[in-house]
């Protein structure tokens, strides 16, 4: 793979330039810094994110680790019947047991509400008990008309498991582990995206967390892709993104991203910020273009696992706000 390493301050600062030309689309939605004032653009021309409220507005009932983290949104309203909101949210604490949680709510900046028979994915499998289960990311899959619900449990292994209605998943099957990625110790916090790749013949792809034995930094973004999103996934032995390239030691929980005809990840970074990276279409560039969105005051110095959407027209993040163990699912919306 060639590779095309830049200085994340000269090119961010050339797109902070060009940045007040560019348009949000509905499918792209990002930030960079969130105040009391709109800012400026963030890096290549993605738009700022302001907090608007904790996703959650009461305890929850299924909390048993005093956090809520790793959170993904899907718009269901256009896919299934009989739908408890229009967007459901996916989420989990990490520590053991563990859970994959779902929440509603008929807009995408909430308030969300529990469901009420959470965990709807509990650590004792079909085919084995695991310590925890965490950080879902679930697709739609529309050709099976199906969810995909990518899941770790224990840390070094990634699964996923199909549902019809987006709460109740079957088939638990494993489909990445550290066996399948040389030098690496954990694979896990896996996104899903369609996102086709010259020459793999693929139409998904995973970026994943990976804790890398070979220095310098440890946890570093990795990735993979697959015909169909449920079989057949390969994995490229190298790193896609290194913490190095941001002054750091780990990167974790990426989100791909579309804009300028190119793409980027967002993640972040054992600083408390998130980043962004350009890797291009091909996932074949590494251009670190700087922090993306910074913690407020009540984000407790860290912003981390972002994910993203679009509800009439207005684009937002939400977010995990916190210390690592000890954190909650913020929402921001774009200024």
Known sequence: MTRTPESPFSRRALLRGAAAAG??????????????TPALAGPAGFPSYRYVRDAFAGPLRYNPTGEFIFPCVRGVYDKISGYLGRYYLYYAPHDAPGGIC????????????????????DRVLPTTTVSHVSSPHVVWDAPTRQFYLYFHGENFTTRVARSTDGIHFTDETPILSTNLVPNTTETSYARVFEHSVAGKGNRYVMVFMGLHTIRPGTRKIFWGWSPNGWSGWQFAPNPLVSPSGDGLTDVSAPHLLKRNGTAYLAYHGNSGNMYLTEIGNNFDREVHLGVFHRPIASDNGRVASPAFG????????????????DARICVARAV
């Open 23 to 36: 348009v949000a689309t509905a499918t792209t939605g990002a930030g960079l810094v969130a105040t009391s």
């Open 310 to 325: 679009t509800d009439g027209g207005v684009e937002y993040m939400l977010y995990e706000a916190g210390p690592r163990l």
């Open 102 to 121: 779902l929440a509603y709510a008929d807009r995408l900046e909430g308030p969300y509400t529990e469901y009420a028979n959470n965990p709807v994915v």
